[in-house]
């Protein structure tokens, strides 16, 4: 299969992959060409197809070679005409053939649209599509939200003054974001953010994937809201071990374990270095998070707990005698990811794609059909290059049709997870965060946290915001509340006012320049958690399971959606018949004891 067959297919995606265009290509097990090769053919296709889809319009292409389909048309256009190396095929191949027959026209046509576009130079008109200047249909929504390309700068390896001195040498500083949010796709400008340490905005088209500094690692794309948990958790290593509740990709492990690395390179002696544990459930994204933590040369500091679930985790397991401090950022709606300027779209020309006698037979005209399936329904595809972080991505849990049911499944496992973590005996910190707008998960479960029997016996509270560190104490933006949300029979004014001030959110679409996103810590105060700390053999109970939880706090009022009302009387249906079960338990065991 040539190198624009296996692209086609890559776009029609034949085998249904999920995720990126960057994943598509990696999970294609029969491929033949490199990834990069693919990768840079597409992408840079895409680019020129606002200008080439008219050229091969104008110059008749579709209607005179039948056996090409639109987006082959595209790629070998863009080859035949704007890559150094021509189109990569040998000369009697019959992609080339049906391509270079044309060459005259296309070119001619080419021409026009360079001069009609005001670009006296191919280089001036290269420099033009580079910076977005031809996708002028999406410039008007885009002029007001656009979303910088948020870089961290990996203390691991490398320091900032460092990267500012080699990798963004030709850069211009900008002391107001503002200046990065209305600058061209890819100017060379950028701004040193206030608010987390080693962190730049840059330009939202700026490609920084082929510079050396990313492929080492040495620099790591991550929304600045992702960057809040690790830095408002702030761990020491008086506080000892981390743990990662939900690790993959490995955006804010990484990050903990920078946070950790610079704060114990200085020490001498015998002292212990604290590590970061990892937990990551799903195995093929513990290979992400692996390779990410490998990369960023944090292997050293972090291990992956690869398909192991936080939730199975024993708190008074010896392995977690030494953890301090806990960082969760589970599942969620995803309703505060921002669409990424990285996300382009690829504008397809018109022409028929039913070109294929229907009893064609053969390998290279089945391949020639590949991409009849995206071209059809639509005259362009949209293509995300790289996959969110996907802290930034939920996991997939079932989706509903209505929303408030959603939140309940997502807020009632967001509270488990939660609650879990503070069971940890010698826990001192939590950082929780979503990347969602929705107070049912955000400010919804943290109330309910604080409440549970979790959260009351084993003495934690709301870290207030006095207390948070000095990036994140004066961030503007904070907690809300939703009258009729909470059942608020055990909130008291100034309680849910403290609750507020802590909570740290940050909205998409201003001049922030971040996605949407929630955050809160908890600090211990007092003892480490035990149910059965003080009391006598006949005394002792179980840990509360996730049922009597939601039975002691009863939760979201969703009054619209009775299929949540059904699930919230079977949680209590269910605590019920557990508590029967127990305390029959309880009477045996005070009986045998006796």
Excluded at 60 to 68: A, V
Excluded at 117 to 146: C, I, M
Excluded at 202 to 212: A, G, M, N, V, Y
Aim: aromatic share 6%; with cysteine; charged share 30%.
């Amino acid at each position: 299969m040539s190198l624009y067959y296996e692209a086609a297919d890559v776009l029609a995606n034949t085998a249904n992959v999920g995720g990126s265009l960057k994943s598509r290509i990696y999970k294609k097990s029969d491929r033949k060409s490199s990834p990069a090769q693919l990768y840079a053919l597409v992408t840079e296709a895409a680019k020129w197809s606002p200008v080439l889809k008219v050229v091969i319009e104008k110059s008749g292409l579709l209607e005179e070679e039948k056996k090409l389909t639109p987006v082959l048309a595209l790629l070998l256009t863009h080859d035949l005409l704007v890559s150094k190396g021509g189109v990569a095929a040998p000369a009697n191949h019959v992609l080339k053939l049906a391509i270079t027959r044309h060459k005259a026209r296309l070119g001619a046509e080419f021409t026009k649209a360079r001069i009609s576009g005001g670009y006296t130079t191919l280089a001036a008109f290269k420099n033009a599509v580079n910076d977005g200047k031809l996708n002028s249909e999406e410039e008007p929504t885009q002029a007001t939200v656009r979303h910088p390309r948020w870089v961290r700068v990996n203390s691991v390896k490398t320091t900032l003054e460092d990267q500012l001195a080699t990798t963004f040498a030709g850069f211009e500083k900008k002391d107001d974001l503002r200046d990065i949010l209305s600058a061209p796709g890819s100017a060379k400008v950028y701004h040193i953010d206030s608010n987390i340490p080693h962190l730049l905005a840059f330009p939202s088209r700026i490609d920084l994937s082929k510079s050396p500094a990313y492929a080492k690692g040495q620099i790591i794309f991550q929304d600045k809201a992702s960057c809040f948990p690790a830095y408002l958790l702030d761990p020491t290593p008086e506080d000892g071990d981390v743990i990662d509740g939900c690790a993959a990709p490995g955006n804010k492990t990484t990050h903990l374990a920078a946070i950790l690395q610079s704060r114990t390179s200085h020490r001498v002696g015998d002292a212990r270095t604290p590590s970061v544990i990892a937990f990551e459930k799903d195995n093929f994204r513990a290979g992400t998070l692996t390779k990410m933590v490998k990369l960023a040369s944090a292997d050293s500091i972090v291990t992956v707990k690869a398909g192991q679930d936080f939730l199975l985790a024993r708190p008074d397991s010896t392995e977690f005698a030494n953890v301090g401090a806990i960082l969760l950022d589970p599942s969620c709606s995803g309703s505060g990811i921002v669409g990424r300027d990285d996300t382009v779209k690829m504008h397809l020309p018109e022409g028929s794609t039913s070109e294929r006698p229907k009893g064609a037979k053969g390998k290279k005209r089945k391949r020639g059909d590949v991409s009849d399936k995206a071209t059809k329904p639509s005259a362009s595809l949209r293509l995300d290059l790289e996959d969110t972080t996907p802290e930034d991505t939920p996991e997939e849990i079932p989706i509903h049709d209505r929303l408030g049911e959603r939140l309940v499944a997502l807020s009632t496992f967001q509270l488990k997870i939660l609650a879990h973590a503070m069971r940890f005996p010698n826990a001192r910190k939590i950082t929780y965060s979503t990347c969602s707008v929705h107070f049912e998960e955000n400010e919804g479960v943290v109330s309910q946290a604080l409440l549970s029997s979790a959260a009351t016996q084993g003495g934690w509270t709301i870290q207030k915001r006095k207390d948070q560190v000095a990036g994140l104490k004066n961030w503007r933006k904070r907690g809300i509340w939703e009258e009729h949300q909470l059942e608020s029979s055990k909130l008291g004014d100034h309680f849910r006012e403290d609750v507020l001030d802590a909570c740290i959110r940050c909205e998409k679409g201003t001049n922030e320049g971040t996605m949407g996103f929630f955050v809160a810590a908890f600090v211990r105060h007092g003892g480490s958690y035990s149910l059965n700390e003080g009391r006598s053999i006949n005394e002792a109970v179980e840990e509360p399971t996730p049922e009597e939880e939601l039975e002691e706090w009863n939760g979201f009022s969703d009054e619209d959606t009775s299929e949540a009302k059904k699930r919230n009387g079977v949680n209590e249906q269910k605590a019920s018949e557990h508590k029967a079960k127990k305390n029959k338990k309880r009477r045996k065991s005070k009986t045998s004891c006796n």
